[in-house]
C-alpha cells in the first residue's frame, strides 16, 4: 500500500499494465495537442499578442496621448468633458490608464488596423474590453503595443479588471467603432 | 493473483532480504534521493522561469 | 531506535508514533482549521458582496475583507495544514522521531505570528491591496513583514521534514524506497521550498521598498517573482492532496498503486515542471516572448498535465482493483457503487478528485493556454478556476482526510457522525456550483475583484448581460451552501477535538487498521487486476475535456484580430 515502502527491493523494473500504458499514450498524444495548438494559432489564428513593449516614463506616454486627443479630437462624450478621438485608420493610438479612468474615447473605424498602445500612469491597471471579453495588463513604466482591427461596429465598454484602489469599480472607459 | 510477479526479475522478494544480486536501476536512484530531486525542482523553475523571465523584462527597450 | 519512551502506538493504526511530532501535527492543523474558518467567513461576505442584490459590504470593507479572504484561504489554511501533512508523512508513515522538533515549534510560531501580523496591517485597513499586493500600490510595512514571517516558518518545517527523512535512513526505521505517500510529500516539500523562498526573495526589497529604504521595484519583475508564490503556492496543493488520495485509498480500501513506477514518475514530472506554470499570470502581460509565454505556461510541453492525468486514472484505479480484488467484480462500475458513499472520508476524497479534474483541471489547462487567456485573464473565470482547485480540490481532500485522522490522532470519536455524512456533498456540491457560476460569469467578462459591476458610481458605465447578474446571484447562493458545509466541517472537528467520546480501545476497529494486507500488498502490475471502469471514466473527462477546449478556441476565433 501506498503507506508502506514498497514490498519489491526494485520496483523500476516492474511491467505496467496494458491500461495504464493506453491512457498515458493517450494523454501524452493529448499533451503535445495541446502544446502545438499555441505555435499552430500564431501561423494560423487572428488573435495573438505581440511582444512589441517598451519602457517608458509615465509623462512620455500622457504627452503622446494627449498629442494624438489634440490633433484628432472630433466631440466630447456628452456633458463628461473627455474627448472622443478619432485618429486615422492605421495609425498609432493610445489609451492611457489612471485613478479612475480611461483617457480619451476612441472612435475607430471598423475592419481597419490601429496600433493601440496601453500605458498606466500610476498603478497596474487592467484592460477588459468588453462585451469582446479581451483582457490585457497594463504596466505603469512599461508600454505595450498591440495591433487590432474591430470587426463591429458599436460601442464598446473599457472596464478595469485589475484592482487599483478604492475608485477601482468606477475606472469605465469607451471605444467606439463605426463604419466608413 | 498478486504474487505471481512474471517478468519482474528477482520475484517474491522482502526489501533487503534479497541482498545485492540485483542493481537499483538507476532512475530509481534517483527517485529515492530527496536531495538530488530538492536540487531540480528548484534549479529548473529558477533557470526557465524567474531567470528567463527576468532576463526578457531586462531586454525590454526604452521608448525611442 | 524507536523503543523510545517519547513513541505511543497508535491503537487504531498500529503506527508508532512519536510524541512531539504528534503534538506537532495537531497543533498545525488545528491552527489550519482556525485559519479555514476566519478565511471562509470572509469568503462568505465577499460571495454576498458581488451577489448584485444582496451588496453587503461598503466598497472599502469589500477590498479589505477580500485581501484577509486571499491571505487565509489561499496561504494560511493549507500551508499550516500541509506543515501537519509534512510532519505526518515523515515521522508517522515513517515510524521515525521528527527531526528537531524545537525547530519544528519555532517554525509553527514563526507561521503564526507571521499570519497575525498580516492579518492586523490587513483589518486595521490600510493595506487593502489584495493578496497579490501589485506594486506600486503601497501596503504597510507589516503587512510584507508579516508574510516574510510566515515563509520563514514554512521554510524551516519543510527542513525539518527533510531531515526527519534522512535520519529515518540513517536509522533505518523503513528499509528500501519512501512509501508512495511519502513521497508524494517530499514532491509537496520540493515545490514549497521553492516557492516559499522566492516569496521571500520579492517581498524582502518590497519591504524595504514601503518603508523608503528601496525607491523602486519593478513591476514586471514583481509579477514574475510573486507568482512564483503564488501559484506555487497552490502546486504545493496539488502535490499534497495527491499524496492524501494515494493515502485514503490505502486506507479505505487497502489499495495498492497500480504501479510504484508509473505513480513515482508522475511526481517527478510535478517536480521538474509543475511550477513553470507560474507564467499563466503573465500571459497577457508587456514584453515577454511568446517562447517564454509558451514552455512556461504549458509546463515544457504539458508535461505536468499528463501527470496529473496519470495520477486521475492510478489513484481511481487502485480503488477499483482493490474493490475487485474483494469480489465487487460484476459489471464497469460495481466496485465503485460499492464504496463507502457514507464515509465522509471516502465521499470527501470522491468528489475532490471528480471536481478537481473537472473544474479545476481542465479550466486551467484551458485559461493557460498563451492566446485563450486574453478572453480569461482577471474576469470572475479565474477565481471560478481557483475554487475549483484550491476548495473543491485541496480543502475537500483536507477535509476527507481530517475525518480519518483526527479521530485517530486524538482517539475520540466524531461528535456529530450524521452531519459528518453529508457534510463533503454540501460543501463540494455548493462550493462545486460556486465555481461553475464564477467561470459563467467571467465568460460574460465580469470582472475579478470588483466592488460594483452595476457602475453606479462611475462616469460611464457597461450593461452586463442578465445572464451575467443571475450567474453572480448563484454564485452568493451555492457559496452559501458551501458556506454551511465548510461551518459542519469545523464545529465536527472542534467538537470532536474538545468534546468527542473517548474511543473505547475494543471499539476502535472502526477505522479499518492499515495492515499491510496480505492479498493486495505487494506491487506489480502483473498481479493487478484490469480497471475498465476506470478507464471508462478516464475517457469520459478527457471527451469533455477535449471539447471544452476546442469550445474555446472558437470563442476567441470571433472575438477582435489582434497582433
Known amino acids: 500500500m501506498a503507506i508502506f515502502p514498497p514490498v519489491q527491493r526494485v520496483w523500476w523494473n516492474e511491467p505496467i499494465e496494458r491500461t495504464e500504458i493506453l491512457w498515458i499514450t493517450i494523454s501524452l498524444v493529448w499533451a503535445i495537442i495541446l502544446f502545438f495548438m499555441m505555435p499552430y494559432w500564431h501561423l494560423a489564428g487572428e488573435q495573438n499578442l505581440s511582444n512589441e513593449a517598451y519602457k517608458i516614463r509615465p509623462e512620455v506616454f500622457a504627452e503622446r496621448t494627449e498629442a494624438m486627443a489634440e490633433k484628432y479630437t472630433v466631440r466630447e462624450e456628452g456633458d463628461t468633458g473627455i474627448p472622443v478621438v478619432r485618429p486615422p485608420a492605421g495609425s498609432d493610438i493610445y489609451m492611457l490608464g489612471r485613478l479612475w479612468e480611461w483617457w480619451p474615447i476612441l472612435e475607430l473605424e471598423k475592419d481597419q488596423t490601429y496600433r493601440l498602445h496601453l500605458s498606466s500612469m500610476d498603478y497596474q491597471h487592467g484592460f477588459s474590453l468588453l462585451p469582446e471579453n479581451i483582457n490585457l495588463q497594463v504596466h505603469p513604466d512599461y508600454e505595450m503595443v498591440v495591433t487590432i482591427k474591430p470587426n463591429r461596429a458599436g460601442e464598446y465598454s473599457v472596464v478595469c479588471n485589475e484592482y487599483c484602489g478604492i475608485g477601482h469599480h468606477t475606472m469605465v472607459g469607451k471605444i467606439y467603432v463605426v463604419d466608413k | ?64 | 531506535m524507536a523503543n523510545d519512551a517519547n513513541f505511543r502506538t497508535c491503537p487504531d493504526t498500529g503506527f508508532k508514533i512519536h510524541l512531539p511530532a504528534d503534538r506537532l501535527i495537531k497543533w498545525n492543523a488545528v491552527t489550519g482549521v482556525v485559519f479555514l474558518l476566519i478565511g471562509g467567513i470572509f469568503g462568505i461576505a465577499v460571495a454576498l458582496t458581488r451577489w448584485p442584490t444582496v451588496h453587503l459590504l461598503p466598497a472599502d470593507m469589500f477590498y479589505l475583507v477580500l485581501t484577509a479572504h486571499g491571505f487565509n484561504a489561499l496561504l494560511v489554511w493549507i500551508i499550516f495544514f500541509e506543515m501537519a501533512i509534512l510532519y505526518f508523512a515523515s515521522s508517522v508513515l515513517l515510524g521515525c522521531r521528527l527531526a528537531t522538533p524545537k525547530w519544528a515549534w519555532a517554525a509553527y510560531a514563526l507561521m503564526l505570528i507571521g499570519a497575525v501580523v498580516t492579518n492586523i496591517a490587513v483589518l486595521r485597513g490600510d493595506s487593502s491591496v489584495m493578496f497579490t499586493s501589485y506594486v506600486p500600490m503601497k501596503a504597510a510595512p507589516d503587512f510584507y513583514l508579516g508574510i516574510i514571517v510566515f515563509a520563514v516558518g514554512a521554510l524551516i518545517g519543510c527542513f525539518v521534514f527533510f531531515g526527519t527523512l534522512v535520519i529515518a535512513k540513517r536509522e533505518k526505521t523503513y528499509e528500501g524506497s519512501l512509501p508512495l505517500v511519502t513521497f508524494g510529500a517530499v514532491t509537496a516539500a520540493i515545490i514549497a521550498v521553492f516557492t516559499i523562498g522566492s516569496g521571500a526573495v520579492i517581498l524582502i526589497p518590497t519591504l524595504l521598498w514601503s518603508v523608503d529604504l528601496v525607491a523602486h521595484i519593478d513591476t514586471l519583475m514583481y509579477k514574475i517573482v510573486w507568482w512564483a508564490l503564488g501559484h506555487g503556492s497552490q502546486q504545493i496543493n496539488v502535490a499534497a492532496q495527491i499524496a492524501l488520495w494515494y493515502a485514503l485509498a490505502a486506507i479505505l480500501f487497502g489499495a495498492k498503486p497500480l504501479s510504484e513506477k508509473v505513480s513515482r514518475t508522475a511526481f517527478l514530472l510535478y517536480i521538474l515542471f509543475l511550477q513553470l506554470a507560474s507564467a499563466h499570470h503573465l500571459l497577457v502581460d508587456p514584453g515577454l516572448s511568446s517562447e517564454y509565454k509558451i514552455f512556461n505556461t504549458s509546463y515544457a510541453l504539458y508535461l505536468a498535465v499528463l501527470a496529473s492525468m496519470i495520477h486521475g486514472l492510478t489513484v481511481p484505479g487502485a480503488v477499483e482493483a482493490a474493490q475487485r480484488k474483494k469480489g465487487y467484480n460484476n459489471g464497469l462500475f460495481e466496485w465503485l457503487r460499492r464504496a463507502p458513499w457514507g464515509n465522509p472520508s471516502f465521499s470527501g476524497f470522491a468528489l475532490s478528485l471528480v471536481l478537481f479534474g473537472f473544474l479545476g483541471g481542465i479550466s486551467g489547462v484551458m485559461m493557460g493556454t498563451e492566446q485563450l487567456n486574453i478572453i480569461t485573464h482577471n474576469t470572475m473565470y479565474v477565481p471560478g478556476h481557483f475554487h475549483g482547485t484550491v476548495v473543491v480540490g485541496t480543502t475537500l481532500t483536507f477535509m476527507a482526510f481530517a475525518y480519518w485522522v483526527v479521530p485517530v490522532l486524538w482517539q475520540r470519536e466524531l461528535v456529530f457522525p450524521g452531519l459528518a455524512k453529508w457534510q463533503p456533498y454540501l460543501f463540494g456540491i455548493g462550493m462545486g456550483l460556486a465555481s461553475v457560476f464564477m467561470m459563467g460569469a467571467g465568460t460574460l467578462g465580469i470582472p475579478r475583484r470588483h466592488w460594483d459591476i452595476n457602475f453606479a458610481d462611475a462616469v460611464m458605465s457597461y450593461d452586463f448581460p442578465g445572464a451575467a447578474y443571475l450567474m453572480m446571484g448563484l454564485n452568493g447562493l451555492a457559496a452559501l451552501i458551501g458556506g454551511v458545509g465548510g461551518a459542519i466541517f469545523i464545529l465536527n472537528m472542534v467538537g470532536t477535538i474538545l468534546w468527542g467520546k473517548k474511543k473505547v480501545k475494543a471499539a476502535a476497529a472502526e477505522e479499518k487498521a492499515p495492515e499491510q494486507p496480505a492479498a493486495v500488498s505487494s506491487y506489480g502490475n502483473a498481479g493487478t487486476l484490469a480497471v475498465p471502469g476506470t478507464f471508462t471514466l478516464a475517457m469520459v473527462f478527457l471527451v469533455a475535456f477535449v471539447l471544452y477546449y476546442f469550445v474555446n478556441w472558437k470563442y476567441l476565433a470571433g472575438v477582435w484580430p489582434l497582433s
Do not use: K, R
Not at chain 2, 533557470?47 to 523571465?53: D, N, S
Open chain 2, 1 to 64: 493473483m498478486g504474487d505471481t510477479e512474471t517478468g519482474v526479475p528477482a520475484p517474491g522478494t522482502t526489501p533487503g532480504s534479497s541482498g545485492d544480486e540485483e542493481p537499483i536501476p538507476f532512475m530509481q536512484q534517483v527517485l529515492d534521493n530527496p536531495f538530488l530531486l530538492l536540487f531540480l525542482g528548484v534549479a529548473i523553475p529558477t533557470v526557465f522561469y524567474i531567470i528567463w523571465g527576468v532576463m526578457e523584462v531586462i531586454a525590454i527597450p526604452m521608448t525611442n
